[in-house]
């Protein structure tokens, strides 16, 4: 069993849909979920982290963790076109070792 | 400020060749550092991380090593490259107490 699982997609939506992106994982001992974008031929950006249960919001981005469940979401609302890209979750622990990333969903969102 | 660097941006190999791909990092002392491989349309597989200079851990069996000479360098290496090696090819590092990681531009390493 993978530590984190998450659906390749590709995922399309119109202009202005909200998008769910989702991600489960085994390891409890993992306390920073982070969410990161990518756009093809370059390195990950950050878009957002959280290190407890509950809801993150940043402008139109919501990052929610659910522990008991090991399961985290990251919510797009009124997507735009220049959102599409491949958005990653990635957990580690809070002191060194491991920083394992999901499969990437690919999110294609049309004009 | 912290920058990572990582060399070259483009790499095409023969099969059985030598690899060596470097990364450095500015700004930070003690980093976590990792190695990573993206294959296209893939996530990203960890292949080696390290909490201090000569502390390697592996995580993926290939033909493939990385040491840590200094503080602030990360180098992915191979004796003798296999078509399979072929990928894209992210350092990183990260610092305890903090959640964000900090990306190198990439090598896109082609086997031939």
């Known amino acids: 069993q993978k530590e984190v699982e998450q659906d390749p997609g590709p995922l399309s939506v119109p202009e202005g849909a909200i998008v769910s992106l989702n991600c489960t994982y085994s390891n409890s001992a993992f306390q920073y979920f982070m969410w990161y974008r990518q756009y093809s031929r370059k390195g990950p950006e950050l878009l957002m982290y959280t290190y407890s249960s509950g809801n993150k919001e940043d402008g139109r981005f919501t990052a929610q963790v659910d522990k008991s469940s090991k399961y985290i979401s990251l919510f797009i609302r009124d997507s735009q076109p220049s959102d599409s890209a491949t958005y990653l979750c990635?957990?580690?622990?809070?002191?060194?070792?491991?920083?394992?990333f999901g499969q990437g969903t690919e999110l294609s969102v049309k004009p | 400020s912290q920058t990572i660097h990582q060399w070259p941006a483009t790499l095409v190999q023969p099969v059985g060749s030598p690899l060596s791909l470097e990364c450095t990092v500015e700004?930070?002392?003690?980093?976590?550092l990792y190695w990573y491989r993206q294959a296209a349309g893939r996530g990203l597989q960890l292949l080696f991380y390290?909490?201090?200079?000569?502390?390697i851990s592996s995580e993926v069996p290939q033909n493939l090593s990385a040491s840590r000479p200094q503080d602030r360098q990360f180098i992915l290496s191979s004796k003798k490259l296999l078509l399979s090696d072929s990928g894209f090819y992210l350092c990183a590092w990260t610092r305890d107490g903090s959640a964000e990681a900090f990306f190198g531009q990439g090598t896109r390493l082609t086997v031939v």
């Open positions: 390290s909490v201090g200079i000569g502390q």
């Open positions: 990635a957990m580690r622990k809070w002191e060194g070792g491991k920083l394992i």
């Open positions: 700004g930070t002392s003690n980093p976590n």
